[in-house]
């Protein structure tokens, strides 16, 4: 070639590589003297301080792909490690989340089935699994960098449940089958690797149940402490209805108090279809005032609140109670799996303007 390759000609070709380049393989691959090397130095600082690339060591790789050690060490870490997460720092222990629910031999066996299974797919051999493989390996490597809930919030999480734990359990299953049929090729045919696979079957479930049901062998027998035995959340859904049957249908919702403003505006939106938000300045002068606005447009104004004193300043309206709700949750535990359940209560009471 001869020549000195341009910048996008750069990038093009470190990224057709799997492995790290240095200046002279670039400079072999095309041609370039002894008297561009400067020039090709330059041309790549520069591309590397884009982050086109990155730069260690006076080698480079592509920087959309991740070094295998760098994964490898990412499960080492969840396997090791004791957490103790503090609010600053949830994306640097979102792997050990993980590792709550599934098991680190889980963990272990989706990373090695997700390693192989890209390279058949990028190799052609299994094209079929494109698809579900970008979808849960773009899924669970965003909720390892940024979780986006806290971890004593597991059923709140978007990713966590409904892709990333069914994607590990996925990936791990397949990389059992992969070891399994291995086997089979290699004169292990039979009931060896039938044991195999039953063992590596058992593991996948053995975990997951032990921490759903918690068993407990003791003098009364066999006993499940477990969150999967305990009914948790019981009556939310029948106290949600009974306060969007309250809230009439051309009315504007104003919470004036911080904690159902916290726990119920989104539902007031999305479960009873009426504009909500939440008033910081809870003067009376100032809910007058949002009063009157809302008024103005034709809509009948609504405050929400946690204490029938809340309204006595408003003696033109009525007030009455419109939730009342007491149940038994999910215990709030920053390090690890809830061993309890916990007492969850939340009470409204609801003003509407006399007409």
Known sequence: MNRLPSR????????ERSGKVGTREIARAFGAKNAD????NRMLREIADQGLVDRRRKRLHHAGTLPPVVLAGAVIRAIIAVPHITTDDYAGHSLEWISWWMGKPIIA?????????????LSD??????????????????FLLRPAITPDMPWASRRLVPAVLPGCI?????????ATQQLRERGFAGWRSMLFAACCGILLIAFPARVAF????????????GLAVQNTYRGELAAVEQLCAAIPADATVVVIDTHVAYRLLE??????????????????????????GIEGTGRRAILLGSTKQEFNEYSDGTVKQVMNLHAQVDGYDMNGVPASTRHFSVVVWMWEQSR
Request: some cysteine.
């Open 8 to 15: 996008d000609e750069l990038v093009a070709f470190i990224r």
């Open 37 to 40: 090397r400067a020039a090709l």
């Open 109 to 121: 066996a989706a990373t090695v089935g997700a390693a192989l299974l890209a390279y058949r797919v």
């Open 125 to 142: 051999r299994q094209p079929e699994w494109m698809l579900p493989l970008m979808i849960f390996g773009w899924t669970i490597a965003v």
């Open 170 to 178: 996925l990936l791990a299953a397949w990389a059992v089958s992969w």
């Open 214 to 225: 918690k068993p407990h062998l003791g003098s009364g027998g066999l006993q499940l402490r």
């Open 267 to 292: 539902n007031v939106r999305g479960e009873c279809g009426v504009p909500a938000a939440r008033l910081r300045d809870v003067s009376v002068p100032r809910i007058r005032q949002v009063i009157s």
